[in-house]
């Protein structure tokens, strides 16, 4: 049985006991529109030639968004909303192997926060057409980034950027 959307253990998962948690409180900075209405419709991890879905920007952040059209591939963070956050073992084949959540990409964890590479098709009055989610529709926006792998950074280079083989700063 595949279990995906209840508070049910599968054989030798294990939660912790925690307080409602209090201790950070993020913005969202949008919504993301994507196909997927269940979580069993999304794919497990997104393709960058998958479907197309849509980051709707909060009006107040459109500003935010100068400059990012540079970059084909940008990095999405989103809030795993449905998610339970209590589990440290889980057992993905639910097969009664267990893997800590840490060494998991599930959106099971304490701060369900999802990332994904994504393409990025084109920017409208605030929406962004991107390729490559997984998640399901109507999912918090986080953040988002240019990819790391093409970004290099604006800002000159500081001391901690000394590498012991390069140049001294
Ligand atoms: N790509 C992200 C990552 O690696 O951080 C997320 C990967 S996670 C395995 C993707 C899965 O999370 C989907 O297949 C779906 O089962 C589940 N999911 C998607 N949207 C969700 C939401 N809003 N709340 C809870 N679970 C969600």
Excluded at 37 to 59: A, F, M, N, W, Y
Excluded at 150 to 166: E, I, L, Q, S, Y
Aim: aromatic share 4%; glycine share 8%; charged share 25%.
């Amino acid at each position: 049985v595949h279990v995906t959307n209840t508070l049910e253990l599968r054989a030798n998962e294990q939660s912790v006991d925690l307080q409602p948690a209090s201790d950070a409180a993020l913005r969202f900075i949008g919504v993301i529109r994507t196909p997927w209405k269940t979580r069993d419709d999304c794919p497990r991890q997104g393709h960058l030639d998958g479907p197309s879905c849509e980051l709707i920007v909060d009006p107040v952040w459109h500003e935010a968004l100068q400059g990012l059209d540079a970059f084909e591939t940008i990095e999405v963070l989103y809030w795993l909303d449905k998610s339970r956050r209590d589990l440290v073992l889980q057992s993905p084949k639910s097969d009664g192997h267990t893997i800590g959540t840490f060494a998991l990409r599930s959106p099971v964890r304490p701060n369900p926060i999802g990332t994904s590479v994504v393409r990025l098709d084109r920017i409208d009055a605030g929406t962004l057409h991107v390729r490559g989610l997984d998640c399901l529709d109507g999912t918090p926006l986080i953040d988002i980034k240019p990819d790391r792998c093409v970004f290099t950074p604006k800002a000159p280079p500081k001391a901690g950027d000394a590498r012991p083989d390069g140049p001294k700063m």
